[in-house]
Every structure is written in C-alpha cells, then in structure tokens.
C-alpha cells in the first residue's frame, strides 16, 4: 500500500481555545490526519456520524462536553483540562473519556495519542 492509499485517520476536535487550537494543528503533517473542528459540544454527534473516525479530543471546559461523551460518540474520546480541576477529571472519566489528561501532558502526548 502506498502512501497515497493509505487511510488518513479522522480527528474531530472540540478545542475552541486559539492557542490550544493552533498546537492541535501540530498533530500531523498535512496528509497524514484529517482533523474536524466543531464550535460546541452539541456538533459533535454529528460530526462522528459522517465518517469513520479514529479520535475525538474535546476540552473538557467546555459547555456540554460532558452530556456528549455520555450520549456516546461511537469513537476515542481523549479530554484535557487543568490539571487543578480533579473534580472535571473524575466528572469525565465516569462519563466515558476513554482517556482524560491534564492540559500539559495532553500536548506534550498529542502525536502518541493518534
């Protein structure tokens, strides 16, 4: 299989944060990952439903996210928040994040994480 036929993993993204985006945007050389961002929480069903998708990342801050991962996403779900908010943490790991880290160890991992 060559490059050009092999399959791109999706990455949908609900990371509305500038900065947090733009290091997101370091996950892969362009090509190698197709990467979805939705504006809020309630987009993200949608955005899992239209094609196979290997990753959903989600800034745990956010309005809704949690409601989400509940409903389930039919994907990985990884979340990040601050590492000061254990209480979000534990919130995200019984609503199913398959994976919840810590802002910092989620960037320093992001290219593992795929």
């Known amino acids: 299989m060559t490059t050009d036929q092999r399959a791109v993993p999706r990455v949908v993204a609900l990371v509305p944060d500038l900065m947090d985006r733009s290091r997101l945007g ?62 979000l943490i534990a919130a995200a790991e019984a609503a199913g994040c398959t994976e919840v880290l810590p802002r910092s160890r989620f960037f320093a991992r992001l290219a593992e994480l795929l």
């Open 26 to 87: 370091g996950l892969g050389r362009p090509g190698e990952v197709d990467l979805v961002h939705v504006r809020a929480a309630g987009e993200l069903r949608e955005a899992v439903a239209v094609a196979p998708t290997a990753l959903v990342v989600v800034d745990l801050g956010r309005p809704g996210v949690l409601d989400a991962v509940r409903a389930g996403l039919g994907a990985r779900v990884v979340g990040f928040a601050s590492h000061v908010d254990t209480d």
